[in-house]
Structures are given as C-alpha cells and as structure tokens.
C-alpha cells in the first residue's frame, strides 16, 4: 500500500526532523499543513492514509477538527505530536480512536519506534489518559480542553461560543466547570497554573 503522510506543525525543524524519519522508512509522500486550514484544505486536496497532528496551531485547536476528520477521512490513521502533557491530553486517544500520542519531548529511540509502528498501522500499547493528581488540568474533559485554550488566549464567553458553535450558557457552565477543577480563583491564576504545568497555548 502507497504510504502517504500529512504533517500538521508549524514548527519547522519539527516538520523537518519527521520527514527526515518518515523518509528512512520509505514512505510514498509527505505533506505539509501549518494551521487548522491549512489541515483541512489538504486533506480535501489529497489522499492521505497517515495524518501527524500538533495539537496547538496558530490558528486554533486542532482538538475541535478531529471528529470531522474521523468522520470524512474514516480511514485516516492519526498519531498525535504535541508538546502537551500526556497525563491531560493523552484521553483524546480513547475518545478520537486515535493510534497514539507521541511527547515532543520524547527521546530519539521512542520517536523512531512510535512513528514506524505508526507507519506500519501497528498498535502500541500505551496508557491512554490517566489522571495525574499532580496536574490539575488531568481532571478537564476533551470539550473542557477546547475551551481551556480559548480562555488562555483570552477569549471572552460570547466570542468561544460562536467559534464553537455553542450557547452562550453551555460555555459559561463549562468555563465555570474549568475553574473548580483546577481550583483557580481567577484568570490570573487560571494562566499560572498552566505556567506551572506546562499547559501551551
């Protein structure tokens, strides 16, 4: 089977140090997005079966297109790539059937192994989620994640519930539901604690 790989990252040592991995193991084409639209228009321009995906984009969230994704392209392997605690985001596997979720900060011997199983369309065993009790942010739902950037880029109530496409209620009761869960008091304090925990925006 023609291999082909789309790389999601606007980073571009990163984009060039995967493609130079993804080329040791002979894949067909690789292809590149910067931004969630750029994503999207790719994927509707090519036939990809293997899609690497960051989950912060300069335009946005990845997170809010990969039920899209899943749906349109069913047959789209998809690993994710982010700088992103694992312990917080690593439960978007179970709820995306993703293959995996890969640390950017992971070594050079568990890059090459994740991807070539990747590649191969082999399973890795990995824990998929699990709650840190040390990081606050574990506890957050994938919708609450969503919300979490726009909050940390400053977005206001009105503004995340057009961008999502939800009423402005659902996304109070949820911002309201971020900040029990972490037990911030305050914006300031919400931003520190993502500071603190590593949570990029």
Do not use: W
């Amino acid at each position: 089977m023609e291999v082909k790989v789309l790389v999601a990252e606007d980073h571009s040592i990163v984009k060039m140090g995967l493609t130079a991995i993804l080329n040791k193991f002979k894949v067909s084409y690789v292809g590149e997005a910067n931004t969630c639209n750029d994503l999207m228009t790719e994927l509707g321009n090519q036939t990809y079966t293997h899609l690497i995906l960051d989950i912060i984009l300069p335009d946005g969230n990845s997170l809010e297109y990969i039920e899209t994704i899943n749906e349109k392209y069913p047959q789209l392997s998809i690993l994710v790539h982010s700088m992103q605690p694992f312990e917080v985001y690593g439960k978007i596997i179970n709820k995306f059937n993703l293959h995996s979720y890969l640390h950017k900060g992971a070594s050079e011997s568990e890059i090459n192994y994740h991807l070539e199983l990747f590649i191969k369309n082999q399973p890795l065993t990995i824990k998929k989620g699990v709650e840190d009790a040390e990081n606050p942010f574990s506890t957050l739902a994938v919708r609450e994640l969503e919300i979490l950037h726009y909050l940390l880029n400053g977005y206001r109530t009105k503004e995340i519930a057009n961008l999502l496409g939800l009423k402005m209620n659902t996304v109070s009761t949820i911002k309201s539901n971020i900040f029990d869960k972490v037990k911030a008091d305050s914006f300031t304090h919400l931003l520190q604690l993502a500071h603190v925990h590593q949570i990029s925006y």
